[in-house]
T-cell receptor, first 115, second 111 residues
Framework: DAGVTQSPTHLIKTRGQQVTLRCSPKSGHDTVSWYQQALGQGPQFIFQYYEEEERQRGNFPDRFSGHQFPNYSSELNVNALLLGDSALYLC??????????????FGEGSWLTVV | GNSVTQMEGPVTLSEEAFLTINCTYTATGYPSLFWYVQYPGEGLQLLLKATKADDKGSNKGFEATYRKETTSFHLEKGSVQVSDSAVYFCALSINNNDMRFGAGTRLTVKP
């Protein structure tokens, strides 16, 4: 049973460019959340997708957008990249948004470096 | 708002020493509480969780008890090993919505 898979694992972008990160949830999961983890800090919630809609959003600007597909996979898009966007981007999946007690699983993350 | 505060590191222990990493939380409603571990260069792995007051989560010798009266979820292990060296994150969520993490505590265990 594959867990949460993310791609790419590492990438380097230039300021002002755009990036797309991809996530496939754990089998049986229908909810995907994205987190940004800056070096030496805890992950920060970006947003959550369920039933192909953004359900909750953290304190991130509109440059951060996402999408969920009918197969529950998800993309995170970041436009107009800033140096401060350099971080590990983590995808997490769970079953049924809004259900307490269900375990949330994290992927290995995508390391983004903006130069 | 909902938040987690955990003991700042780094923490350095000798093998077989006792470990405690403190975590306290602030939440409206009834959160589930978690400890995640992150090994160097890897993503987050769930270590243990507790979903209601007085629940004890345990895994791989680690334990934490959900204490509503003190709003705490301290992580403990009786005898740490070198392989336990990692960063430990305390976290909470309500209804599996956005998960709030602490800043992380780096543990180094020396032989």
């Amino acid at each position: 049973d594959a867990g949460v898979t993310q791609s790419p694992t590492h990438l380097i972008k230039t300021r002002g460019q755009q990036v797309t990160l991809r996530c496939s949830p754990k089998s049986g999961h229908d909810t995907v959340s994205w987190y940004q983890q800056a070096l030496g800090q805890g992950p920060q919630f970006i947003f959550q997708y369920y039933e192909e809609e953004e359900r909750q959003r953290g304190n991130f600007p509109d440059r951060f957008s996402g999408h969920q597909f009918p197969n529950y996979s998800s993309e995170l898009n970041v436009n107009a990249l800033l140096l401060g966007d350099s971080a590990l981007y983590l995808c997490a999946s769970s079953y049924r948004q809004g259900s307490s007690g269900n375990t949330i699983y994290f992927g290995e993350g995508s390391w983004l470096t903006v130069v | 708002g909902n938040s987690v505060t955990q003991m700042e590191g780094p923490v350095t222990l000798s093998e077989e020493a006792f470990l405690t990493i403190n975590c306290t939380y602030t939440a409206t409603g009834y959160p589930s509480l978690f400890w995640y571990v992150q090994y160097p260069g890897e993503g987050l792995q769930l270590l243990l969780k507790a979903t209601k007051a007085d629940d004890k989560g345990s895994n791989k010798g680690f334990e934490a008890t959900y204490r509503k009266e003190t709003t705490s979820f301290h992580l403990e292990k009786g005898s740490v090993q070198v392989s336990d060296s990692a960063v430990y994150f305390c976290a909470l969520s309500i209804n599996n919505n956005d998960m709030r993490f602490g800043a992380g505590t780096r543990l180094t265990v020396k032989p």
